[in-house]
C-alpha cells in the first residue's frame, strides 16, 4: 500500500496536535476490536497483549457484557446515589459474595477505590482502633502503584509520578516491596494500614517472595492493622485465581477493585470489606455522583457472573503454563528476566539489546500491541479469552524481535 493512502499518520498527528502529551501511545490507531484482536483505521489487524492494563480481561466487547450494556441503556443510565436503582442490590450482594466479605462501596475509578480505602482506614483508626487523631499512618510499599491523585502520587516512589506535584499528602511511611521485617519495623501504634498490590503490576509484574503476603495477613492481624490489597490490575482472573492473594491463602482486611470490573465497557471500581471496616461511613461522609450507577452496576453484575463460573480464572492458569514455557524459553536469548502469573507476565529484555519501547515498536509492526513499563521491562496481559496458538503467535513474533 502506498504510505500516502494509510489513515494511520494523519490520524497519530491529530491525536497528538489536539491533546496534553501526558501518554507517549505507540503509532497505532485503533477503530474496532473483538476478542484478542484489534483493527486499525488502516484494517490492519494486532492481537491485544496489553487488555487495557488488565482492564479488558474478558476481552473486546464479550457478548454477555455487551447485551448487558445495551440492555440497561434502554432502560436506566444514571440516579445517583440519592435514589436506589433496581441494579445495585444485585450488583453489592454478587460482588461481596465474589470477594467473601459483607459490604462493598462501588465507586469509578481505580485512584477512587484507593482514595476510598485510604479514608475509611484512617476513620477506622480513629473510631475502631483509637488512634491518637490526626496522627494515622499508612505502610506502602516502595515500587507501588496506585493511581495518580494527589494524595496518591504523594507516596509514590516513581519520580515522574510524583515531582512537582507537591505539597504532598502526608501519612504515608513508605518500606521495600517484599521485605517482611522492613514493614514490620515500620507499623507503629497509630498504623492503621498496609496498603500494597499482591504483585506490583506497573512495577514489572514483581511477584513478592513466597511467604511474604501471609507474614503481611500475620502482622496485620497481630498489631490490629487493616491489610488493604490493591488488586485493581492483579485481580479478577488475571493471575490463574480470582485474585492474587488466593495463590497465597491470603484474605486482605480490604479489597480495591477497579480495571476488569468494568468489563471493558465502563469505568467501575470498589472497596469490599466487612462491616466492622466499611461501616464506619455514615452518609454525607463519602460518595461519587457516578458511584454505583445503574449501568455501571448492570455491566458488573456480568463479570462477577463471568468470574463466579472458575472459567476465566482456569483459562489463565492454564494457558499461563504455555505463555511461562514460552517465555522462559527465550531467557538467554534476549531476555534476562521472566516473571510470570497467570496470563501476566513481566518480561525483562537485555538493555543492550534495545529498550522496552523500541521492542514494543517492533512488536506493533509484527502485529502484536504491547506496553513498555520501566526501561527495558515489557508487560503482556492479554485478554483472558486468547488461545493457545495466538499465544504462541505472540511469543514466536517477540522471539524474531529478540533475534533481529
Ligand atoms: C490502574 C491501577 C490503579 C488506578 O486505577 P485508575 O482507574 O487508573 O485510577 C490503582 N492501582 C493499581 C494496582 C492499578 O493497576
Not at 496536535?17 to 476490536?33: G, W
Not at 496518591?152 to 518500606?175: C, H, L, N, Q, W
Not at 476465566?312 to 536469548?333: V, Y
Request: charge should be negative.
Amino acid at each position: 500500500m502506498i504510505e500516502d493512502m494509510l489513515r494511520t499518520p494523519s490520524a497519530v498527528r491529530d491525536a497528538e496536535k489536539y491533546t496534553a502529551h501526558n501518554y507517549h501511545p505507540l503509532p497505532v490507531v485503533i477503530s474496532s476490536a473483538e476478542g484478542a484482536w484489534l483493527t486499525d483505521v488502516d484494517g490492519k489487524r494486532y492481537l491485544d497483549c496489553l487488555a487495557g492494563y488488565s482492564a479488558l480481561n474478558f476481552g473486546h466487547r464479550h457478548p454477555q457484557l455487551i447485551a448487558a450494556a445495551h440492555a440497561q441503556l434502554d432502560r436506566l443510565t444514571l440516579t445517583s446515589r440519592a435514589f436506589i436503582h433496581d441494579q445495585f442490590a444485585d450488583f453489592c450482594r454478587e460482588l461481596a459474595e465474589l470477594c467473601g466479605k459483607d459490604l462493598v462501596l462501588p465507586m469509578n475509578t481505580g485512584a477512587e477505590a484507593v482514595e476510598t480505602g485510604i479514608k475509611v482506614a484512617r476513620k477506622w483508626g480513629y473510631q475502631v482502633k483509637g488512634v491518637t487523631p490526626g496522627q494515622a499512618n499508612i505502610v506502602v510499599a516502595e515500587g507501588n502503584f496506585h493511581g495518580r491523585t494527589t494524595t496518591i502520587v504523594s507516596f509514590s516512589t516513581d519520580e515522574d509520578a510524583r515531582a512537582d506535584f507537591g505539597p504532598y499528602t502526608p501519612g504515608f511511611t513508605v518500606v521495600p516491596y517484599g521485605d517482611l521485617d522492613a514493614l514490620t519495623a515500620a507499623i507503629d501504634e497509630n498504623t492503621v494500614a498496609v496498603l500494597l498490590e499482591p504483585i506490583q503490576g506497573e512495577q514489572g509484574v514483581v511477584v513478592p517472595p513466597e511467604g511474604y503476603l501471609p507474614g503481611v495477613r500475620q502482622v496485620c492481624t497481630e498489631r490490629n492493622v487493616l491489610f488493604i490489597a490493591d488488586e485493581i490490575q492483579s485481580g479478577l482472573g488475571r493471575t490463574g485465581r480470582t485474585f492474587a492473594c488466593d495463590h497465597e491463602g491470603v484474605v486482605p482486611d480490604m479489597y480495591l477493585l477497579g480495571k476488569a470490573l468494568g468489563g471493558g465497557i465502563v469505568p467501575v471500581s470498589a472497596v469490599a470489606a466487612n462491616a466492622e471496616v466499611l461501616g464506619v461511613l455514615k452518609p454525607g461522609q463519602h460518595g461519587s455522583t457516578f458511584g454505583g450507577n445503574p449501568l455501571a452496576c448492570a455491566v458488573a453484575i456480568e463479570v462477577v457472573r463471568l468470574l463466579a463460573t472458575g472459567e476465566f480464572q482456569r483459562r489463565s492458569a492454564e494457558l499461563g503454563e504455555r505463555l511461562r514455557a514460552g517465555l522462559e524459553a527465550l531467557l538467554g536469548k534476549g531476555l534476562v528476566g521472566v516473571r510470570v502469573r497467570g496470563l501476566w507476565a513481566g518480561l525483562d529484555i537485555d538493555p543492550a539489546l534495545m529498550s522496552g519501547r523500541e521492542a514494543c515498536e517492533r512488536l506493533m509492526e509484527r502485529g502484536i500491541l504491547a506496553k513498555d513499563t520501566h526501561g527495558s521491562t515489557i508487560r503482556l496481559a492479554p485478554p483472558l479469552v486468547i488461545t493457545e496458538e495466538e499465544i504462541d503467535q505472540a511469543v514466536a513474533q517477540l522471539a524474531e524481535v529478540l533475534a533481529a
